[in-house]
């Protein structure tokens, strides 16, 4: 049975409240994140409005003066000699009559990259029947000072008197990163009572400025490295318009002088890129543009800012002075250091042997040129190291060993070294020193050094006194094997000294040897060439003129028979047998 009308009335009086808390509750989640939503919605419109607020400066379509309603100002230039200031009689001070004065910049354009940049002075002013109106006074260095007078007219002050008003002028020109000083006094002026201040005008980092402030546009520069070819592709987009743009290579230090490259883009050509030759991908080479106008400002752009490791080549040595020297080409903040490279690769820095340098040239005086000397450059955590001498070209000395009793040096130059005997210990990374002896050596004269029996299981220790810097060189020896007696180190040396002396003899039984078989074979050809002239003479000789004819063929006995020799006109015929 259905209810009636009633029942379902009391029923839905009942039910309904309990059905909305739960729909209520069930919805309350979704209600919470639409809420969260909309919220952080609000807060990203306002950040992204600040944002584009502080992107950009304020445009005025109009400089002038403004004052609060009520107040009519009006503006004019002020005497260029002023009158002296006068006591006040009501106890001015500039803290009682000037509240709130800020300077801002405002921007006011006319066209595409045709804007200027205007000082906004905004001041609040405690009115009274004794001020006639305000002077304000900028002065820039270089620049003779510009004022003017805002002058408030009778009935208005009278009116507005014992009030604060606002007072607003733009109409001063500023130009980009230029600092203004500003003063603002009453009319009539009151001693003592002014304000001073100064402003910074915006620099041309700004976006804003870049774009549309003649003085501020240097236009963009984009560029494609070719690193076989070593090209540079530029092209230049929002340059100044009707004007020509100046581009070039240059080395970047406190200014950027050229590198040699440049080119002029003219205004009316339609693609705005030229190709630059670099020789080397330097860290400080630049490139830089500009536009053909006086003062213009410029951009650059270094594509190898980050290729350090291109200053460490162009290291020097002079072998007659024994100097060894590098020159920065770009200014650099580096520690340079003398180091030993290791068989491992580790490069151990020498005592006293480190120069700290930004830009210039470093010498390091009194260098022995060994293999095992390297140079090492720290910048900052990195360093690189470069090892100069590592072809052996310079190497001035070294030690050949001659037998388990001793060893040789030789060197190109006369110099004092330091021999000393050690032993290396299985606990001990270092090798203990146990005989030193100091030894001259003469220019190409070898010097023969007998240890005796203290080669065996030991090394010799050898550096050079008669330098500042010098490495220390290890020469350890097997065990007392006679045949091989350094290890593989010191034996390539004596393959190397063996094979002057081995290749040069190979080369000579090789061309003894090739000159044999020439006259082998020259001989050969005589005695055929003579034994075929001899044997023309025998066919030539009447005496010996005899013809044998070919053997014929006899059918009744069916052998081949020869027949008799016929010599010259004694032919007989003889009968069938």
């Known amino acids: 049975m259905e209810p009636s009308a009633s029942q379902r009335k009391t029923q839905h009086q009942i039910t309904g409240p309990g059905q909305s808390r739960v729909e209520d509750f069930q919805c309350w989640p979704v209600k919470m994140i639409l809420w969260a939503a909309l919220v952080m919605s609000h807060c990203c419109w306002g950040l992204n409005g600040a944002a584009a607020e502080n992107t950009g400066l304020e445009r005025i379509e109009k400089c002038g003066t403004r004052c609060s309603q009520g107040l009519h100002c009006k503006t004019k230039p002020d005497n260029l000699f002023p009158p002296p200031c006068q006591d006040s009689t009501e106890g001015f001070t500039t803290s009682s009559v000037f509240h709130n004065i800020s300077l801002s910049t405002v921007m006011h354009c006319v066209g595409k990259q045709k804007c200027s940049l205007h000082l906004r002075i905004k001041t609040t002013l405690q009115l009274t029947e004794s001020i006639h109106g305000l002077s304000v006074c900028t002065v820039t260095a270089g620049m003779m000072m510009n004022c003017r007078i805002v002058s408030f007219s009778r009935s208005s002050r009278e009116r507005m008197s014992g009030l604060q008003v606002e007072v607003e002028n733009d109409c001063t020109d500023v130009s980009p990163n230029q600092q203004i000083q500003v003063m603002v006094k009453t009319v009539p002026s009151y001693c003592g009572v002014i304000w001073a201040g100064t402003y910074d005008a915006p ?24 690193l076989e070819r070593k090209e540079l592709n530029v092209s230049v987009s929002d340059m100044l318009e009707g004007h020509n743009y100046h581009l070039r290579l240059c080395y970047k230090d406190f200014i950027c002088f050229g590198a040699g490259a440049s080119a002029l883009i003219k205004k009316e050509e339609p693609v705005k890129s030229v190709t630059l030759q670099y020789s080397r991908p330097l860290p400080c080479l630049c490139i830089e543009g500009w536009s053909a106008v006086m003062d213009a400002p410029r951009v650059q752009v270094c594509p190898f800012k980050d290729r350090v490791e291109e200053l460490w080549s162009g290291v020097a040595f002079d072998p007659l002075e024994g100097t060894l020297s590098w020159e920065s080409l770009c200014p650099v903040t580096a520690v340079v250091t ?12 020498l005592p006293h042997a480190s120069q700290n340098i930004t830009r210039g040239k470093i010498t390091f005086t009194g260098v022995d040129p060994h293999p095992h000397l390297c140079i090492k450059f720290t910048v900052g955590p990195d360093s690189w190291t470069r090892c100069p001498f590592a072809d052996g070209r310079f190497q001035a000395w070294r030690v050949v060993p001659q037998s388990h009793e001793g060893v040789k040096m030789l060197s190109q130059i006369t110099a004092v070294f330091s021999v000393g005997v050690c032993v290396k210990s299985s606990g001990l990374a270092e090798c203990q020193i146990t005989r030193s002896d100091t030894v001259h050596v003469e220019k190409n004269k070898a010097v023969d050094i007998n240890l005796a029996e203290e080669l065996c299981n030991s090394c010799i220790q050898v550096k050079r006194l008669d330098v500042k810097f010098a490495t220390t060189v290890l020469h350890c020896f097997d065990q007392c094997n006679q045949s091989s007696p350094l290890r593989p180190v010191i034996s390539s040396q004596t393959s190397l000294d063996l094979t002057w002396v081995v290749v040069p003899a190979g080369v000579c039984l090789s061309a003894i040897i090739i000159i044999i078989l020439v006259l082998h074979v020259l001989l050969t050809v005589y005695q055929r060439r003579k034994q075929k002239r001899n044997g023309d003479e025998k066919q030539i000789d009447p005496a010996l003129d005899c013809v044998v004819p070919a053997l014929q063929t006899h059918p ?7 027949d008799s020799p016929q010599c010259g006109k004694h032919r007989e015929s003889q009968p069938d047998l």
């Open 338 to 349: 003398l180091c030993q490279k290791s068989k491992a690769g580790v490069c151990m820095d």
């Open 556 to 562: 009744h006995r069916g052998i081949l028979v020869p």
């Open 203 to 226: 620099q041309c980092i700004s976006e804003d400025l870049r774009r549309n402030v003649p003085e501020c546009i240097t236009g963009r520069l984009s560029y494609d490295v070719n």
